[in-house]
T-cell receptor, first 117, second 109 residues
């Protein structure tokens, strides 16, 4: 595997279900990100992890719970979601999460298309 | 708060044309700017990253320019091909990347 991978690629869940999205990066990076892309809206940053520590949480509802067990893996745990949470969820990684420089060039995975019924 | 505008929102051209995609941003205090392409329902592919100290960056048929003081960047695509059809996103980076809504490009054979 190369680059950034995400599983599953598609997920349909009911509002009472609990599911998890998985992201893995094979680039040796130290920072990982979760983004949400809704129809007709720009990408929204949800969470930033640097060296397995959460460094940013952009006012995301608590029904989204991230987990970063090591610098290569990132999870997004989902529970009691709403239909408006249906979107493409994208994971990205970069060398570091520091401001500036080429190290924060981000590389994205293919995304998980989530549908909440 | 950074706001990013991309013009045009959609563009349809015949194969072989040279074209320019525009990006403007409101906060010029950025460190770099990244251009991505996104195919329908897929993730983002990084095309070019321009540092704030640079004016231009080139990769193959792609050339991106940055005028940080005026809050503008352009992506120039030479000799367009049907395989270039995608949505192109620009993302200036201050503390984090901020994305525009993109330009949806269709190159017709």
């Amino acid at each position: 595997e190369t680059g950034v991978t995400q599983t599953p690629r598609h997920l349909v869940m009911g509002m009472t279900n609990k599911k998890s999205l998985k992201c893995e990066q094979h680039l040796g990076h130290n920072a990982m990100y979760w983004y949400k892309q809704s129809a007709k809206k720009p990408l929204e940053l949800m969470f930033v992890y640097s060296l397995e520590e959460r460094v940013e949480n952009n006012s995301v509802p608590s029904r989204f719970s991230p987990e970063c067990p090591n610098s290569s893996h990132l999870f997004l745990h989902l529970h009691t979601l709403q239909p408006e949470d249906s979107a493409l969820y994208l994971c990205a990684s970069s060398q570091d999460a520091v401001e500036g420089g080429s190290y924060n060039e981000q590389f994205f995975g293919p995304g998980t298309r989530l549908t909440v019924l | 708060k950074q706001e990013v505008t991309q013009i045009p929102a959609a563009l349809s051209v015949p194969e072989g044309e040279n074209l320019v995609l525009n990006c403007s941003f409101t906060d010029s205090a950025i460190y770099n700017l990244q251009w991505f392409r996104q195919d329908p329902g897929k993730g983002l592919t990084s095309l070019l990253l321009i540092q704030s100290s640079q004016r231009e960056q080139t990769s193959g048929r792609l050339n991106a320019s940055l005028d940080k003081s005026s809050g503008r960047s352009t992506l120039y695509i030479a000799a367009s091909q049907p395989g270039d059809s995608a949505t192109y996103l620009c993302a200036p980076s201050g503390s984090r990347l901020t994305f525009g809504e993109g330009t949806q490009l269709t190159v017709n054979p």
